[in-house]
């Protein structure tokens, strides 16, 4: 590997997060879904002879991106075969935190409507916060939260560039 060349030019200054990765089994169906119910778009989608690949990301993160990474994998052409792949849930899971109440409720109706609700809106003792829980296409939970203090913790421990 040493002698590996590299692909990219541009690197990041410190050790970062930078993804979540799912297996999927429709890539198309499981863009759309995050498309649609988060602030996710799409970054980048790739082909190659196993399959399919895509990141999911926000805008707004290009100087610390975090991506969730979709792959979908041809038949026979899973790398990690025979090894089983699992699911995130019921508690493991992807959280987003929203900007209000009415925005959890307005996702929960959305996913109640086109079933995918898996349990809320309901308010949860701190730091929890107002919640509700969706199923992904391919069955991973992902919670939509209103007051979870995730954003607010991290400026005021952390700073901001924008303080």
């Not at 799409?42 to 792959?71: C, H, I, K």
Request: aromatic fraction near 12%.
């Amino acid at each position: 590997m040493a002698d590996a060349e590299t692909t990219y030019s541009l690197h990041p200054p410190s050790q970062r997060w930078t993804h979540l990765a799912l297996l999927v089994k429709d890539i198309d169906a499981t863009i759309a879904w995050y498309e649609r119910y988060t602030h996710l778009e799409l970054l980048s989608r790739t082909e190659d002879p196993q399959g399919y690949g895509a990141w999911m990301g926000d805008r707004n993160q290009a100087d610390s991106p975090f991506v969730l990474v979709l792959a979908q994998f041809f038949d026979g052409m899973d790398p990690f075969a025979p090894t089983q792949h699992g699911t995130l849930g019921p508690f493991a899971h992807i959280g987003i935190e929203t900007t209000s109440r009415e925005e959890v409720d307005r996702l929960a109706a959305r996913g109640k409507e086109e079933g995918c609700l898996v349990h809320g809106p309901v308010q949860m003792p701190a730091p929890v916060g107002y919640i509700c829980f969706l199923k992904d296409p391919d069955g991973n939970t992902v919670e939509f939260s209103y007051d979870q203090g995730v954003y607010e913790t991290a400026r005021k421990v952390w700073g901001s560039d924008a303080d």
